[in-house]
């Protein structure tokens, strides 16, 4: 049974890479009017998950369903390292992505603070401003699910808070909102459910409040406590990437 006011399901999602298993039986539903938080440990399963949900990788078993309005753009997807063809300013990039779903570019710079930089080469931003690009993309046509991978990823303070604000406000615009970060006080500030994932497994999924009873203090203490201390699966895929 599925609630309508859900727009994405994940169910019994299971992917391997070889002989690597990099997800095992994950369901999850991403609300409308919400901020869902996956975190985890380097090499956890957070960005296979995300691209998974997004549609741009295929589940070895399992699905994801899109149960949200229709749209034009029904899913924005920010990469964990987006790129831009080089040779373009920011705003003829952006341009060029909101002209394919009738959206407005100066709108979209102005969100994500770069409507200080409009004529600046894509190759010329910095690896931050080339984030905030990548997430002005992910808002064009105002798709009804995001999800970002790591969109504070390398932020500075000030500018980390203001991408969890615009996160914020999109869940309370009704959007569904999917979200990885290693940020984990901004992920208690910001989400509304916190799924934590540890080798390719969902060992909780619950809010930030439930999360944090579980060891009395912050996030990061029920993380510690969640996730087991060993990094060699990292190390072992590594190679076979
Ligand atoms: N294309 C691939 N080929 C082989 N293994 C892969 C591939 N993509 C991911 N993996 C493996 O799947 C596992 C999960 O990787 P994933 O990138 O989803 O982790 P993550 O939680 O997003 O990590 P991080 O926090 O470092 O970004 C890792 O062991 C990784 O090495």
Redesign the pocket.
């Known amino acids: 049974m599925t609630d309508k006011n859900t727009y994405l399901h994940a169910t019994d999602v299971h992917?391997t890479?070889?002989d690597?298993?990099?997800?095992s039986d994950v369901s999850i539903d991403i609300p409308a009017g919400s901020v869902v938080a996956?975190i985890?440990?380097?090499?956890?399963?957070?960005?296979?998950?995300?691209?998974i949900l997004a549609g741009l990788l295929a589940p070895s078993d399992g699905e994801v369903t899109y149960d949200g309005p229709d749209a034009t753009r029904p899913l924005g997807y920010l990469p964990?390292a987006p790129t831009f063809r080089p040779g373009f300013s920011t705003r003829e990039t952006i341009a060029f992505y909101a002209r394919l779903v009738d959206d407005d570019p100066d709108e979209l710079l102005d969100r994500v603070g770069l409507d200080r930089v409009p004529d600046r080469r894509v190759e010329a931003l910095s690896g931050g401003m080339t984030r905030l690009l990548g997430i002005a993309q992910a808002l064009a046509g105002d798709p009804p699910v995001l999800a970002l991978?790591?969109p504070a990823s390398g932020l500075d303070p000030g500018m980390s808070r203001r991408v969890f604000d615009i996160v914020e406000a999109l869940a309370e615009d009704g959007h569904s909102v999917v979200v990885?970060s290693?940020d984990l006080p901004l992920v208690e500030r910001a989400a509304d459910r916190v799924v934590v994932?540890d080798r390719?497994e969902v060992v909780a999924a619950d809010t930030p409040a439930a999360l944090r009873e579980r060891t009395g203090g912050p996030l990061h203490e029920t993380f510690t406590s969640l996730v087991e201390a060993d990094d060699s699966?990292?190390i072992?895929?590594?190679a076979?990437?």
């Open positions: 992917r890479f070889g690597v298993t990099a997800l996956l985890g440990p380097n090499g956890s399963g957070k960005t296979t998950l995300l691209r964990q991978d790591e990885t290693h994932l390719g699966v990292a072992r895929t590594e076979t990437r």
